[in-house]
């Protein structure tokens, strides 16, 4: 359906993989206005399909790939797309953020969104080309790594005259093809890694999906946006943690403010600091292993690294990667943290839950509830076990099922580091309460990123008191709909660090700082007025670049507060969805690791006070004491469903 708004192509198609048809799916500029994009428009097709009664593995579920207006516009950082389905890992929705040049040639073909849905007879790939879909049989890269077939299909591809024909790719590994729970869908080198998207393109018998085309993206004032793009970008040069931090480190640059803080994931999460920290730090791989610096496509940030691997250059481990097969897992051995990351990357794996999942069975190994032969600090034979996760042979195809299920079976429930049976990320939060609240209200599960990511408060930016209760409610869930609504918009989450004006990061021991620190636990009441009433704010604000650019493209009128509106229904949209799926107040739980046992046994303070938390949070929400959204909350943010209200 043709779109009066920039930013947009005006085309989704769903494609039934069991008869092989594609049809026009229509959405709306009335839907546009509401969702946006990205995950949100996701959810909101999902959504429309699910009841509640559905399987991950069934031709009733959907895997929904978005884009969003910003997706190619010429913004900073804004090429990612989304990808969202029923997971098979929770049973929940879940939605996964990719940094890979899909979405971008993806509106190149013309299109805003591809529904998928079915299962393909036998393997297959399928090619789109400025709106036209082409069905092909897979056999010959059923198998093959996520790089192997990527090339393979280049070659497919390979025009008459011999050029490549430019497009982007999704593609799955053989732990997709698998049904390995959290398989990943991988696009170049970057990965959609969480929720098992990769396992459900495996059930549906589908290798990989390429689209191109000579589509342009429709910009509504394109000499504002430029002008406005030059000012953004030089911005986030100038930011010293978009401009200085993560350019010169990467994500591995937070390793050792972790450490600080007490919050880098350690054996488990038992404890939050690592003596062997230093060998596994951003600071370690920038001087003895990265070879050059890369970003996505229109990213000034360029966060990613390049290291070698068996004599390849390949991409480097993220954070999350880092500290969970180091110290997570008790390993100081940074070049075997590279070739794993590379072997997961191949084989197609979350490498968060892989990771945790490992973690978990050393422990439960250790504490004698399971005999699997894995032990803390011996990673010896790690690259085998991956290889045996993948293709679900012996202790692998026990591992594949992730740390909820296999709890359940061996036992260790309070040490299994899920959310909803997603697993946390790399911090630890008995010293970050905020980001314990947002790991246990995330919709997708145990993720630091639909959590709110208010860690950045609680040492990794600023230095409000970690553990604290005051304000880090309302906190949350404002960081938290910021973030949904800059994922809706197809730009990178990285972006939002500028949202902190740059002299409290530069100057973190200034007067100012010092007393911007103090006064945020006390600013709840102001929050909270704020998430209540956000159009008040009528209004651009100088360090955040998203709302004028956002305007620029779409010829939206877009306000701080009606983007944080927006960022608020796409929340409550998949809260709403989850709860046809059992998702209540007793789903938002933390391993009792993080809320009963003590951090430092000399500090009362270090856990989590999740109970307090969730009851301040869920009023903030306009949610009831179940943690479901009220009726006059969801008729607020304009969610109507067919089916009839259930709080």
């Not at 996701?42 to 884009?67: C, M, R, W, Y």
């Not at 497919?156 to 050029?163: I, L, P, S, T």
């Not at 004491?625 to 009839?644: A, I, R, V, W, Y």
Request: net charge positive; glycine share 10%.
């Amino acid at each position: 359906m043709a779109s009066k708004y920039g930013g947009y192509m005006g085309k989704v198609l769903k494609i039934n993989l069991t008869t092989q048809t594609v049809e026009d799916y229509p959405f709306s500029d009335r839907e546009r206005e509401l969702f946006i994009g990205g995950k949100m428009m996701a959810a909101k097709i999902l959504g429309d399909h699910l009841t509640g009664q559905e399987k991950p593995f069934s031709e009733k579920n959907l895997l929904v790939i978005t884009t969003g207006p910003m997706t190619g516009a010429g913004a900073p950082s804004a090429s990612r797309f989304n990808i969202s389905t029923l997971s098979p890992q929770t049973g929940y929705i879940t939605s996964s953020n990719c940094g890979g040049n899909f979405g971008y040639f993806l509106k190149k073909a013309g299109l805003d969104a591809l529904i998928l849905q079915g299962r393909c007879e036998t393997p297959t790939w399928i090619d789109i080309q400025n709106e036209k879909v082409i069905f092909h049989q897979a056999d010959d890269i059923w198998g093959m790594s996520t790089s192997a077939v990527q090339t393979a299909l280049d070659e497919k591809m390979r025009q008459k005259n011999g050029r490549l024909r430019k497009n982007g790719k999704i593609c799955i590994g053989p732990a997709g093809e698998n049904l390995v729970l959290y398989a990943s869908i991988v696009s170049n080198d970057r990965v959609s890694g969480r929720g098992g998207t990769g396992a459900l393109m495996g059930w549906m018998r589908l290798k990989a999906v390429c689209a191109g085309g000579n589509k342009d993206v429709p910009v509504r004032d394109p000499e504002q946006m430029l002008a406005h793009s030059k000012k953004w970008f030089a911005y986030l040069r100038k930011h010293p943690l978009t401009g200085e931090q993560l350019p010169k480190f990467g994500t591995a640059g937070l390793v050792s403010a972790m450490q600080m803080r007490q919050i880098l994931a350690t054996k488990n999460y038992t404890y939050g600091k690592y003596d062997d920290f230093e060998k596994i730090s951003g600071e370690e791989l920038a001087a003895k292993y990265n070879i050059v610096n890369k970003g996505c496509l229109s990213c000034p940030i360029r966060c990613s690294r390049t290291v070698e691997v068996n004599g390849k250059v390949v991409k480097g481990p993220e954070l999350e990667t880092l500290v969970l097969l180091g110290s997570g897992i008790v390993n100081n051995d940074l070049p075997s943290i590279l070739q794993w990351n590379y072997e997961l990357d191949e084989l197609g794996m979350d490498t968060i839950t892989c990771a945790n999942t490992i973690s978990y069975a050393m422990e439960a190994n250790e504490k004698g509830l399971w005999n699997n032969g894995l032990h803390f600090s011996k990673t010896e034979d790690l690259s085998k076990i991956f290889e045996d996760i993948a293709y679900r042979r012996g202790l692998g195809d026990e591992l594949a099922q992730g740390s909820k299920r296999l709890s359940e079976k061996y036992g260790g429930q309070d040490f299994a580091m899920h959310v909803k049976g997603m697993e946390l990320a790399a911090y630890e939060p008995r010293k970050s309460v905020g980001l314990g609240l947002g790991y246990a209200t995330s919709n997708r599960g145990g993720c630091h990123l639909n959590g709110g990511y208010l860690v950045i408060l609680e040492g990794l930016g600023l230095a409000v008191n970690p553990t604290t209760y005051h304000a880090k409610a309302d906190l949350t869930m404002m960081f938290q709909d910021l973030m949904e609504m800059i994922s809706a918009t197809g730009q990178c989450l990285f972006t939002s660090y500028a949202f902190f004006p740059a002299p409290l990061m530069k100057h973190p021991n200034a007067w100012y700082t010092r007393l911007v620190n103090k006064i945020i636990p006390y600013c709840g009441a102001s929050v909270r007025l704020i998430n209540k009433y956000p159009e008040l704010l009528k209004l651009h604000l100088p360090v955040f670049h998203h709302t004028k650019g956002f305007e620029y493209v779409t010829g939206m009128d877009m306000p701080f507060g009606k983007y944080l509106r927006c960022g608020e229904r796409g929340y409550n949209l998949e809260r709403e969805i989850n709860r046809r799926f059992g998702v209540n107040a007793n789903k938002d739980a933390l391993p009792k690791r993080l809320t009963a046992a003590l951090q430092d046994p000399n500090d009362p303070s270090s856990k989590v006070p999740l109970k307090k938390l969730k009851k301040v949070y869920y009023h903030a929400r306009g949610w009831n004491s179940k943690g479901l959204p009220k009726k006059s909350t969801l008729k607020k943010l304009q969610l109507e469903f067919d089916q009839p209200y259930r709080g």
